[in-house]
């Protein structure tokens, strides 16, 4: 068995940071309110990412801040001085893609651990011994590489230069998202945080003399989705994924919902903690395991280029973009003095409604919603107002941190 890899979860904000970290997470990676390629996710304030950090350390995690745009000039200045900020603050790394944030990094934050971001399209080993010759402590892989091929880097750099990789999540139409057709289309650079995903929108064609004609672009009868990628899913193949020694299994997904960060988190930690345990005792678990996973929100699932270029059944053709297994309820916040569940309400549920509260052991328990009240006691039939504040009488015990979903 080679060194344990580490589990590594997104965070758009301090809430499922806490949430990834509670349910399985050994490191998880945010983004600052500058800087980062996810500018429409919640992000992080200075004081937010300190509580964060606190709290991630507090459980023996580590958090990772992402700042790997594509700089221009205008940003040099106030790049240079985020890294200052990030020194003081103390996360266990940044993330970097662009030379020159690298170099900003090395010099502004002396002291802090600087990995190289996906967005660098490291697919070679001599790439990667170009970033550790500078001091890069980890290289994030291009999306685009097989097992055979990080196993191939891993035997031609440093054993303490880590190799991260991403097993789960979506995946780019571009090559390791150097995508112009959100600024193109929608004038927001997906190389500096904005992203509108107009590869997920639906295409037709216009030919030039005819215009206002629009004829749908059938590749087969199944439908005109062109640029839709099918979402990344390696828990199938854990095996594989330790032993071509990579040292970091990374989940996409700073825009999604705590139930997603949980149910990634969860259901991997399970699956790891299991083969590590036992190969056998993973191979008998595996059909929960992928049931479980099944529970995010997706778009079908793939392996990606792990083993060989993505062929035409990588991609989905027909309007079922999304596939939503459970419905996010909400968090248990608390537990009031009747003991009802204190929670904001995410989704409409209703009181007789059969749903299940999602416990960070892996436990699933089925429970019957008896009552609803809001915040000033009234009681409700239904909850149809989203972050409401809810006290909910369940027929089963809730705890702090567990997640209410139900069926979709």
């Known amino acids: 068995m080679k060194k344990r890899p580490e589990l590594l979860l997104p965070a758009g904000s301090l809430n499922v940071l806490k949430v990834a970290v509670l349910y399985g997470a ?39 801040v992402t700042a790997n745009i594509f700089a221009h000039d205008a940003d040099l200045e106030g790049a240079a001085a985020y890294f200052r900020e990030l020194a003081q603050i103390g996360p266990d790394a940044v993330l970097v893609s662009d030379p020159g944030m690298f170099m900003l990094a090395k010099r502004n934050a002396p002291g802090l651990e600087i990995h190289i971001s996906t967005q660098a399209n490291s697919t070679n080993y001599e790439t990667c011994l170009f970033w550790h010759g500078l001091g890069a402590k980890r290289i994030v892989t291009a999306r685009e590489l097989s097992l055979d091929e990080i196993r191939d880097i891993r035997g031609h750099i440093p054993d303490e230069l880590e190799i991260e ?34 590869c997920r929108w639906k295409y037709a064609v216009v030919e030039e003399t005819r215009p206002g004609e629009y004829m749908p672009v059938e590749e087969n009868e199944r439908g005109t989705f062109i640029f839709n990628s099918k979402d990344l899913c390696m828990i199938g193949h854990l095996p594989d994924l330790y032993d071509v020694g990579i040292d970091s299994f990374k989940i996409e997904g700073r825009m999604k919902t705590a139930l997603y960060v949980a149910t990634a988190a969860r259901t991997y930690r399970l699956a790891m903690d299991a083969f590590e ?40 053709y027909d309007g079922k973009t999304y596939v939503s297994g459970q419905i996010f309820l909400g968090i248990v916040q608390g537990i009031d003095e009747d003991g009802n569940a204190v929670t904001e309400q995410k989704n409409k549920f209703c009181v007789g409604d059969l749903i299940e509260i999602m416990k960070p052991d892996g436990r699933n328990v089925p429970a019957k919603v008896l009552a609803i009240r809001d915040g000033e006691g009234n009681e409700m039939e239904s909850a149809p107002h989203p972050k409401q504040e809810l006290h909910i009488a369940l027929d089963a015990a809730a705890q702090p941190w567990d997640i209410l979903r139900k069926k979709a």
Not at 34 to 53: D, V
Not at 170 to 198: K, Q, V
Not at 292 to 306: K, L
Request: hydrophobic residues 35%.
């Open 26 to 64: 050994d490191a998880v990676y945010i983004g600052g309110e500058a800087f980062g390629l996810r500018a429409k996710a919640k992000n992080f304030t200075r004081s937010e990412m300190e509580e964060g950090i606190a709290f991630a350390h507090e459980h023996g995690a580590k958090v990772y």
């Open 165 to 198: 990789a991403f097993v789960h999540g979506a995946m780019c139409i571009s090559y390791s998202g150097r995508c112009l057709l959100s600024n193109y289309l929608a004038g927001r650079d997906a190389n500096r945080g904005l992203c509108t995903h107009p």
């Open 277 to 316: 345990r036992d190969p056998l005792e993973y191979e008998e678990k595996l059909p929960w395991f992928l049931e479980q996973i099944a529970g995010c929100t997706y778009r079908e699932f793939t392996t990606g280029f792990f083993y060989g270029k993505p062929d035409r059944d990588d991609h989905i």
